[in-house]
């Protein structure tokens, strides 16, 4: 465990990142932040060390891993070919929470690509990640560095009640900024297809490339999700959790309200996740965790997943949560409440 959290400059230089670094590339794995959420990191070239990530984690192997880069040059050694909506894809977001997923080149990063002809590429926007990936000299497969079925990790902390004793470090650069995953959006097709919503927009992908499709299977709708990792429902809380909808964000606290005290009356232990603008709207007696400001998104997805793991500590029966609008960030927030919640609305 490596505390790096208070230094700024010259990462490159720092011991701690250079132990990190050796372990790497000596095939160990490394928990690390990244600008999103924390990453449970290994050499991304050796299948071996792949396969430990997946058992360190709990997690389905037909499920394929991210191969995280710092420069252009790692790209070039992985991919078959770069698309020109990639390479504008990759000016305006890269370094960021952007993942491209491009067709393979023959040969390289099998385990990590799940047999898949595609491999996910992203170039982390956090000092420390790219001061570990340029210090390794390698591409570093990393999923979220939580157990399979929990929610991702956005502090050292989090990572630590996952998975110590697991890996073989982290490295603590304090919480992360983002708090949600990377979108991950396919460039193999003529239009680029959004298979997992996160830090990066629709809106902003559609500035760039003029067009996005969104894969239905993210939607709830019938197909099947073209993205491997969304087929499975990724956190469950212990607690069962409903999705509370209304007309507005008052009439929104009074549907919470009344099902909060309706549960409270059949004797059950009650969640409620809420913000800022409600907290105070609500009685005691139930867990009101506040999830960020409904007036700033980017605050409430920063805010999710430390939210939905304090629900699991309170040990409560059943949460009712908020909902926020679908636009910007919100499109991840809502996909990964939805997915918490099993789909279930009121
Ligand atoms: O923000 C993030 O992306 C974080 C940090 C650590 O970088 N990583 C992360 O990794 O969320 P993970 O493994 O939890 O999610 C990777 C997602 C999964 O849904 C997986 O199915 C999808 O990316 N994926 C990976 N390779 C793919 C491919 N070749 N084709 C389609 N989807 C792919
Ligand atoms: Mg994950």
Known sequence: YWNVDKIVDGLEDYPQVH???AIVRNNGLIAFPTETVYGLGGNGLVDETVEKIYTAKGRPSDNPLILHI???????ELVAEIPLMAEA??????PGPLTIVFPKKPGVAMRASAGLDTVAIRMPDHPLALALIRA?????AAPSANLSGRPSPTTAQHVLEDLDGRIDGVLDGGPTGIGVESTVVDITGDVPMILRPGGVTAEQIVEITGEVAIDPGILGEEAAPKSP???YRHYAPKGEMWLVR???PAQMTQRVRELARAAADEGKKVGILATEESVHSYDGGYTVVPCGERSDLISVARRLYDVL??????GVDVIFAETFPESGVGAAIMNRLAKAAGNRYL
């Open 229 to 231: 990792g969304m087929k």
């Open 89 to 94: 894809l990759m000016e305006a977001f890269w």
């Open 309 to 314: 793991r304090q629900f699991d500590q309170a």
């Open 70 to 76: 710092a420069d252009r040059v790692q790209l070039n």
């Open 246 to 248: 209304g007309e507005n």
């Open 19 to 21: 132990e990190a670094a």
């Open 136 to 140: 390794a000299q390698l591409p570093i």
